[in-house]
């Protein structure tokens, strides 16, 4: 069987979210989030759950520390509550917020854990949604504002940085789709969101320079290349259409400076635009926006099969028979990992990329003997890491990947039923438990290594 062997120095890791474990919502003077507010609502969330509990890392913060340590990683990427920080959007920071990151960013160091820091994983500040949210330009210097705070007191010892995780979900789901909070259907407060996120991406990158001249600094983004379903060439075209609304979308302005023009004039001929000219980008944005990266968080869960819709618009296929999808319905598909990254950097300018999310939800039991058979995660975590594997012989520079996630938690409008963790968590006593994929990834971490098993 052959084996990968990854660079030395390669970072292995594990991801989370703040709203997704911490819980404690109205605890340490954290104010109110997007998310706290949205499953108040009955009917947003499925199960009809809430975030108010979650996994209670607020306060097993340090066992969830140990978790990491028996894992053998050495590097955790989590996400800091912008409603702790900034209980009501501005003015001074909440000093018990800030203390609660320093301790665990200090117990990291201290377990040899490098901490990789987003700043916004989707926790808005409910305020700042009152005031109008994303889709108002006054959120870019929110999201200044609170990027200083943070970078003052953090930036010292964190040297990884992501300002946003996965503009697309926040600006699609959010705002066009009704998938997400705040639930809305208007492709132009999309849109305006998407440009605002990729805005203070770049306004918070000099901000992040200053205050921590020693780190890296990066964007997440969740790209999934698009495939035909077939040879015509409407479906070649509805890939095109598909990679430019979906990934290159937020590459292009992040790094060449513009949005794509094939893809501006689809947004028109779709009525997303009444005209070409993009009624949101203001002189110097698209400088801001194109400000240099160290890094590229890549979150990659599958491939998007398309094919040319009855209206003009690519129409998702599914390749494969139901049951061998995950709990999400999502196709696995490691293959697309290693096209996705070497397109990735025969196209743009990329110094390094880390894969910043990838995993599957599967659903799990405690067997009799209290062990958690999850081989389709396993197999699921294997496949990709020994397709970034690939990646990295064809010259990608592939520094790090981070399974999502550590342990079960909150998937958002889902609830907890999907559970994507490499621990099992008992909601009920919130105890932890590894998954025999948590074994099996402890033997890759202390291997540096996996072993192909890919027919
Ligand atoms: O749980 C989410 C995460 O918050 C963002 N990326 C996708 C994951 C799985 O849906």
Redesign the pocket.
């Known amino acids: 069987m052959a084996v990968h062997r990854f660079p030395e120095g390669f970072l292995w890791g594990v991801a989370t ?1 703040a709203q ?1 474990i911490e819980g404690a919502c109205d605890e340490g003077g954290r104010g109110e989030s997007l998310w706290d507010r949205y499953a108040k609502t009955p009917g947003n969330i499925a199960d009809g759950s809430n975030p108010f509990t979650a996994c209670d890392h607020y306060h097993r913060w340090r066992e969830d520390i140990e978790l990491m340590k028996w894992l053998g990683v050495n590097a955790y990427r989590l996400s800091i509550a912008w409603p702790r920080i900034l209980p009501n959007g501005s003015g001074a920071p909440n000093e018990a917020g800030l203390d609660f990151y320093e301790q665990l960013v200090d117990e990291l160091l201290a377990a040899g854990i490098k901490p990789f820091v987003t700043l916004n ?2 926790d808005i500040p409910q305020a700042l949604v009152d005031a109008g949210g994303w889709p108002e330009r006054d959120t870019v210097e929110a999201f200044v504002e609170y990027t200083d705070a943070v970078t003052r007191r953090l930036g010292d010892r964190v040297r990884a940085w992501a300002t946003h ?2 503009p697309w ?1 926040i600006a699609v789901q959010g705002y066009e789709e009704a998938g997400h909070a705040p639930g809305r259907k208007n492709p132009m407060e999309a849109l305006r969101t998407a440009h605002h996120l990729l805005l203070s991406h770049g306004r918070a990158t000099s901000v992040i320079r200053a205050n921590a001249p020693r780190s890296e600094v990066g964007i997440v983004l ?1 790209l999934a290349p698009g495939w035909p379903a077939s040879d015509s060439p409407g479906d070649a075209d509805a890939v095109r259409i598909h990679n430019g609304l979906f990934n290159r979308w937020y590459l292009d302005p992040l790094l060449r400076g513009t949005y794509p023009a094939d893809a501006i004039a689809d947004r028109v001929c779709f009525g997303q635009l009444p005209s070409p000219e993009l009624p949101f980008v203001e002189n110097g944005d698209m400088e801001t926006i194109n400000a240099p990266l160290d890094y590229l968080g890549v ?1 990659y ?1 599958g491939r998007s099969v398309v094919k040319a819709g009855s209206d003009g618009r690519p129409a998702g296929v599914c390749p494969v028979p139901p049951e061998e999808l995950t709990e ?1 319905g999502w196709e696995v598909f490691p293959e697309g990992l290693t096209r996705l990254l070497s397109e990735l950097v025969q196209d743009y300018d990329i110094p390094a990329i880390y894969i910043t ?1 990838s ?1 599957a ?1 599967f659903s799990d039991t405690v067997d009799d003997d209290g062990r958690i058979r999850d081989p389709l995660r396993t197999a699921f975590l294997r496949d990709h890491i020994a397709a970034a594997s690939d990646a990295i012989k064809a010259g990608v520079p592939l520094r790090g990947y981070f399974a ?2 550590l342990m079960d ?1 909150f ?2 409008q889902h609830g907890y039923k ?1 559970r ?1 963790g490499l621990f099992r968590v008992d909601y009920d006593s919130l105890k932890r438990t590894p998954k025999e994929s948590a074994h099996w990834y402890r033997g890759v971490t202390a291997a540096n290594a996996v072993e192909d098993e890919r027919r």
Do not use: I, K, L
């Open positions: 979210s997704q994983h989707w995780n996965e979900c969740n979150n869960y999400m999310e995993g939800a999502w996630t938690n998937e958002w999907m994507f």
